[in-house]
């Protein structure tokens, strides 16, 4: 499936991505210039989940290039970083942003990531929780510099985007392989 990593700068968008795909963690990483793509074959169940993933840019001057990602995308992960209250503000900017120019079925998630800085929290996880179950979002606290809930952010997106119908020859770049080798086509 594919997914869309947006949208504040420095919330710690990359570093999810990396410790998702790579298993590591680099305090000195560099700004997203744009996107960056990655991808990462999961098991799930009796199937692998290929997961097609874009990583936007935070930065303002890359805002206009955002449509170009998550249109296609099965799903948006929308981050911010729970030590900064303004980047909760930004957060709910780009869910209103998805709901009206993103795709109409698009599953959204929000990550309130550096979780492991909870004793500098600014965003308390209710008030994280009552904002996702207003709109209907899978909402989790991570920490890519920990490994602290990763892998269940991209599992709970995973449950969340309904099978294709293997006969549908969707566009939207997802595979849902099969360990047999069958290939289905799959969201996003
Ligand atoms: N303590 C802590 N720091 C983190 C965590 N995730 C990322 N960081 C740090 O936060 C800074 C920004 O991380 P990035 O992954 O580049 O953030 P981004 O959202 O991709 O930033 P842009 O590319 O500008 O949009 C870096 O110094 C990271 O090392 C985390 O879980 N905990």
Known sequence: MQLGLGKDTGVGK???????????FDHNISPTIGASFMTKTVPC???????LIWDTAGQERF??????YYRGSAAAVIVYDITKQDSFHTLKKWVKELKEHGPENIVMAIAGNKCDLSDIREVPLKDAKEYAESIGAVVVETSAKNAINIEELFQGISRQ???????????NGTIKLKPTSQAGRRCC
Do not use: T, W, Y
Request: glycine letters at 6%; hydrophobic letters at 30%.
């Open 63 to 68: 805002h206009s290039l955002a449509p170009m």
């Open 161 to 171: 985007i309904p099978p294709l119908d293997p006969h549908e020859n969707g566009n």
């Open 14 to 24: 990359s570093s999810i991505v990396c410790r998702f795909v790579q298993d590591h």
């Open 45 to 51: 169940g009796n199937e692998l989940h290929k997961f």
